[in-house]
């Protein structure tokens, strides 16, 4: 089924168990939003499935109880997700230029280009 839907179908189905979560909460959208710390507007946006932030989603995850539904996209098994996120990166290198600063390369490269 999963293959199935496109983004659109996602943000309804989405919307749909995060409205449904939240009624079973007996919490009211003006709730949900100030719990939150999100606009009003931004849950109702998710609810009906015409797009949100990722933030908004994980802030209304946190209210409702649901961050398990985040720890399913866990990037290694067994690996709490802190502890990847914090693990060493390796540094990034970079190329860098050889440079001479000889005499004679510097009277070369002068010879090379007219003054002006």
Do not use: Y
């Amino acid at each position: 089924m999963g293959d199935l839907l496109t983004t659109n179908d996602w943000e309804i189905l989405l919307g749909e168990q995060i409205r449904g979560l939240r009624l079973a909460r007996n919490i009211d959208q003006i709730e949900m939003a100030a719990r939150a710390g999100i606009a009003l507007n931004a849950v109702k946006r998710l609810e009906c499935g015409k797009g949100s932030t990722l933030t908004s989603m994980i802030n209304v995850l946190r209210v409702l109880d649901k961050v398990k539904w985040l720890e399913t996209l866990n990037p290694e098994p067994n690996t709490p997700w802190v502890t990847w996120r914090h693990q060493a990166v390796p540094r990034r290198r970079r190329v860098s230029k050889v440079r001479n600063s000889t005499p004679e390369n510097e009277e070369s490269t002068a010879k090379s280009f007219p003054s002006v």
